[in-house]
């Protein structure tokens, strides 16, 4: 199957610094990328879209200048989390999906980015 | 928004008993998935389904598309320890749309 890749597997870091997280298809090439953020016990919640050379797409609630997302290539997208405060400590999951002809194929997920702010 | 309602919240099994849990949405999706997450894992996808009504396997797993569309189950037979782990289901409203997630079955099987 498809591999994504995340680097790196953890992070502590101090509150006020910034954290860059990336996000790899290793095996494939990834029209689309996905960035989402899980609290302990609870679901994935869809953070933001990117697709390869253009503006990522936030959801509702999720702040772009302080998750920063670049999607400079079909196989590498990163999230910079600016300013980090203790509140955004969480597990940060990237997922990546290719498209064919019009045709969308199933999301991959990485194995995650545990960040620590403290 | 979209929201699934994925039930039960958790289980606690005993090795080789079968387990059936499900989702159910306010609205259609096209596409259902279901994923496993290991702790401090991604999520890993078990089973998709595409069409109303289709059934899918996957060695004991088995996984059905409601035909109205609204729904999806997934099940376990003869479960071994380790099936412990989170399972979500998860939709996709269109082809290439967002991925909307279940809030996750937590699955213990005692030995």
């Not at chain 2, 189950?73 to 996709?92: K, Q, R, T």
């Amino acid at each position: 199957g498809a591999v994504v890749s995340q680097h790196p597997s953890w992070v502590i870091c101090k509150s006020g610094t910034s954290v860059k997280i990336e996000c790899r298809s290793l095996d494939f090439q990834a029209t689309t990328m996905f960035w989402y953020r899980q609290f302990p016990k609870q679901s994935l919640m869809l953070m933001a879209t990117s697709n390869e050379g253009s503006k990522a797409t936030y959801e509702q609630g999720v702040e772009k200048d302080k998750f920063l997302i670049n999607h400079a290539s079909l196989t590498l997208s990163t999230l910079t989390v600016t300013s980090a405060h203790p509140e955004d400590s969480s597990f940060y999951i990237c997922s990546a999906r290719t498209m064919s002809a019009g045709v969308s194929y199933e999301q991959y997920f990485g194995p995650g980015t545990r960040l620590t702010v403290t | 928004g979209q929201q699934l309602n994925q039930s039960p919240q958790s289980m606690f099994i005993q090795e080789g008993e079968d387990v059936s849990m499900n989702c159910t949405s306010s609205s259609i999706f096209n596409t259902w998935l279901w994923y496993k997450q290991d702790p401090g894992e991604g999520p890993v996808l078990l089973i998709a389904l595409y069409k109303a009504g289709e059934l899918t396997s996957n060695g004991r797993l088995t996984a059905q598309f409601g035909i109205t569309r609204k729904d999806s189950f997934l099940n376990i037979s003869a479960s071994i320890p380790s099936d412990v782990g989170i399972y979500f289901c998860a939709g996709e409203e269109t082809s290439g749309s967002r991925l909307t997630f279940g809030e996750g079955t937590q699955l213990t099987v005692n030995p």
